[in-house]
């Protein structure tokens, strides 16, 4: 497959997560979820905010390129974000990497003790919790960014468009 298709297929799988996550966000800031005003208000926020991270991440995460498409979203689809945008996009990803798709110990400064109860070794661990709810200015924030960042792509696949013929399929 030519390298314009290959693009194309990236900006469209983009495209998808960047609104998918639009999506997650606008339902937080609609229904006030990040207040977490009780138990499940914290959960489904909590649910929401994993959905979200990880949709507009995926895009920049160095996706398996296979030969139908490329691994990842070219990061010129960041260039229309302001220093403190760009620090929150990375602050985001690290979120991602670190507490949400993975386990990282690092990430939530995991120790563990051994003890003697009573005669028996037991381990007991302890973390603080990385887990913490974004505030509703953080989620704005948030939805500027992935508005600029749809805006971007949007505007790479109508310029695109024009290369292929009708009837087209790849």
């Known amino acids: 497959m030519d390298e314009n298709k290959k693009t194309f ?7 998808d997560d960047i609104r998918q996550a639009k999506r997650f966000v606008k ?4 229904n006030e979820l990040y207040l ?6 914290g959960l489904i926020n ?3 905010q994993i959905s979200a991270i990880i949709s507009y991440i995926r895009p920049f995460s160095g996706n398996r390129g296979k030969n139908d498409t490329f691994g990842k979203l070219d990061k010129k689809h960041l260039n229309k974000l302001t220093e403190d945008e760009l620090k929150f996009h990375c602050h985001i990803k690290g979120l991602r990497d670190q507490v949400f798709a993975h ?3 690092e990430g939530r400064d995991l120790k563990i003790n051994i003890t003697d109860f009573s005669g028996t070794k037991t381990a007991v661990s302890s973390s603080r919790n990385t887990f913490a709810p974004l505030s509703q200015e953080h989620w704005v924030k948030f939805l500027e960014i992935i508005n600029k960042v ?3 792509i949007t505007q790479d696949i109508v310029d695109m468009q024009s290369q292929f013929r009708k ?4």
């Open 46 to 48: 909590r649910s929401m």
């Open 36 to 41: 977490e005003i009780n138990a499940d208000q």
């Open 9 to 15: 297929r990236r900006l469209v799988l983009s495209s």
């Open 150 to 152: 749809d805006s971007s």
């Open 103 to 105: 386990t990282d110990s």
């Open 167 to 170: 009837n087209d399929s790849f």
């Open 27 to 30: 339902f937080i800031l609609k």
